[in-house]
């Protein structure tokens, strides 16, 4: 099977400090893919290059086969590249629907009037309240995205990552300031996408990162330290020691 997504040897270095250094992995289709690791270990600026914020100083990405290393954020997205962000990332004095209709909107390309379409255009709007429905979010449709507590905004922001009906979400601690039980519900509802759509996880904490993986990858210093299913990353001696510690034991 041909990898979804493909690094092929990246660098990525800002002054004398070198975030990725001949980084190789590969995403197959459908795949849960966790990339952990201490602070600094390069996992964020792993995520910005692919997702096109950042170019690579050497190295490639090719996605679906496809050299994509100088395509433009926009392009990859249409592409079917989805992006959440450590720190959410949403319009807060539009109501829950206007986030994710407008975010279809970005994906189709047409000449919509922004706003004033994504408000009443039923071609924006029907296939939002479709995808805040797979999210759990239809009952808050129409509140202010400000007003949702944390866990739903993070759910709102997943909600228009995947309006864009991505083939590879780039998820970027997804779980960060959540409380223990919304942290759950995120776990189950991206379970429930497991298949449907490919995912690279960027997550520190790894009781979830051990119940979605299918697959785990492990840097330090902006190299792959081990790579290969979580049981077997889990008990890698060398994992243990530069990052996971005593509890990858337990």
């Not at 924006?124 to 797979?134: E, I, K, S, Y």
């Amino acid at each position: 099977m041909t990898p979804l997504l493909e690094l092929v040897g990246l660098v990525k270095s800002f002054g004398g400090v070198t975030a990725s250094d001949g980084l190789s992995l590969t995403v197959m289709p459908g795949e849960v893919h966790a990339l952990i690791g201490p602070n600094g270990a390069g996992k964020t600026t792993a995520v910005a290059q692919i997702a096109g914020e950042l170019r690579p100083d050497a190295g490639r990405i090719l996605f679906d086969g496809r050299d994509i290393t100088g395509l433009a954020v926009h392009r990859r997205a249409l592409l079917g590249l989805g992006r959440s962000f450590q720190i959410t990332s949403v319009l807060g004095e539009f109501s829950v629907l206007d986030n994710v209709a407008l975010a279809v909107q970005a994906h189709a390309g047409h000449s919509f009037r922004l706003l004033a379409d994504a408000r009443r255009d039923r071609r924006l709007r029907d296939p939002a309240r479709a995808v805040l429905a797979r999210v759990g979010l239809a009952a808050l449709a129409g509140r202010p995205a400000a007003t949702l507590a944390h866990g739903d905004q993070r759910k709102l922001e997943l909600a228009m990552a995947l309006a864009g009906e991505p083939r590879l979400l780039l998820l970027d601690e997804p779980m960060a300031g959540m409380a223990a039980e919304d942290s759950d519900r995120m776990v189950d509802l991206l379970r429930s996408l497991k298949g449907t759509v490919a995912m690279l996880l960027v997550e520190h904490d790894m009781d979830v990162v051990f119940a979605l993986a299918d697959r785990v990858t492990v840097l330090d210093g902006g190299r792959v330290l081990a790579s290969g299913a979580p049981a077997e990353v889990r008990g890698d001696a060398r994992v243990i020691a530069a990052y996971l510690g005593e509890e990858a034991g337990t």
